[in-house]
């Protein structure tokens, strides 16, 4: 449960982080993004996972006891 906290604060703070430094520019990358189809956020969306759960299995193999 406690790696579980610290890997859901790194996200909040990691998606936090650009709307704090750059919001003027957040708000037209969101605005570009709206014009996107749904088809290719799904893909954006999957590759994220996919390589997310590939780091997470990487730093579980090489990182902990």
Known sequence: ??????????????EGLPY???PDRMKR???E???????KL???GA???ILG???VHLGRRHGGP
Do not use: C
């Open 20 to 22: 704090l430094a750059f």
């Open 53 to 55: 759960l590939i780091l």
């Open 1 to 14: 449960m406690e790696s579980l906290l610290t890997a859901l604060g790194l996200l909040f703070f990691l």
């Open 29 to 31: 990358w969101i605005e």
């Open 42 to 44: 799904r893909t954006v």
């Open 33 to 39: 993004i709206l014009k996107l189809p749904s088809g």
């Open 47 to 49: 590759a994220a996972m």
